[in-house]
């Protein structure tokens, strides 16, 4: 009933939130609303599909919200010109007490733009079955690079048909020290049948890892052992005859720093016992 947005984060109703686009939409009309599952990316996707404004049904936005199962977040924008100026976007946690606001009521998106967050607690397993006296052992990732020196904290949620206990919580404390800075004016340069990357010197940095991708945003590698470092920032590997993305990762005394995306709240398991 209330069209009002929120500010991220907002103790007060509505709480938990996922908003790719929060403003005064209206789909009785025209307009539609798809969803897909996809099995071999563990996604499920929502679109909304030229969805009118309310107020200015002539002006329609076509966008969508991709949920992982590892927790990752995508929002995608295919039309959104003639951008309204009442909007929010961003999530919130189940009380309103953590959120992460993108955008507010500013000139922000673009068509085309696509919009990651990532969590900072990766998991190797995000459900399964377990037969009586069994058991399983997930690997927890913590991943700090995106994220600025404080403390963090988050709870694993184990979700089961256990009559005694169906939902355990972990919780989950990280603490983000002092790090280095970020290698920047990366470049790369391919001779012949190899790529040489060069960046500048860190202050502090013991040494530099290098990740490689076809992907721009996705399924990086450390390549650092593949190559070799011709000087403390110049690195050459075999060129392997298709485009390329990389990152320089800096280090010192365990300390890394580089740029990735953003962080959730929350990670649950599902496991069914028998």
């Known amino acids: 009933e209330n069209y009002n947005y929120q500010i991220f984060p907002d103790p007060l109703e509505v709480n938990n939130v996922i908003a790719p686009f929060w403003s005064d939409l209206d789909l009785s009309s025209s307009g539609h609303i798809f ?7 563990k996604s499920f996707t929502v679109q909304y599909d030229n969805a009118p404004m309310y107020s200015e049904p002539d002006i329609i936005y076509t966008f969508q919200v991709i949920l992982y199962e590892n927790g990752k977040i995508k929002f995608q924008y295919a039309d959104i010109e003639d951008l309204d100026d009442y909007y929010v976007i961003g999530i919130e946690n189940s009380n309103g007490t953590i959120g992460t ?12 733009m696509a919009i990651e967050l990532i969590p900072w607690v990766l998991l190797d397993s995000y459900s399964g079955e377990l037969t009586a006296g069994m058991s399983k052992t997930i690997d927890v990732k913590f991943d700090a690079r995106i994220l600025n020196v404080g403390v ?19 919780p989950v404390d ?4 002092g790090g280095l800075g970020i290698p920047e004016n990366i470049t ?3 001779i012949d049948t190899e790529v ?9 940095a013991d040494s530099y ?15 650092t052992g593949f190559g070799a470092f011709n000087s403390e920032t110049e690195w050459t590997v075999p060129y392997a005859g298709q485009k390329m993305f990389f990152y320089v990762v800096s280090s010192s005394d365990e300390i890394k ?10 990670m649950i398991l599902e496991y069914l016992t028998r």
């Open 35 to 41: 969803h897909y599952y996809d099995e071999t990316e």
């Open 209 to 223: 890892s290098i990740y490689a991708s076809v992907k721009p945003y996705s399924d990086f590698q450390d390549l």
């Open 174 to 177: 990280l603490i983000v020290l």
């Open 152 to 170: 963090y904290l988050n709870d694993i949620v184990i979700s089961s048909n256990d009559i005694s206990e169906p939902i355990i919580y972990i």
């Open 101 to 112: 606001l993108i955008a507010d009521s500013t000139p922000y998106l673009k068509n085309g």
């Open 196 to 204: 040489t990357i060069t960046w500048d010197a860190i202050s502090g």
């Open 257 to 266: 720093s580089s740029k990735i995306e953003n962080v959730t709240d929350e």
């Open 188 to 190: 790369t340069e391919v």
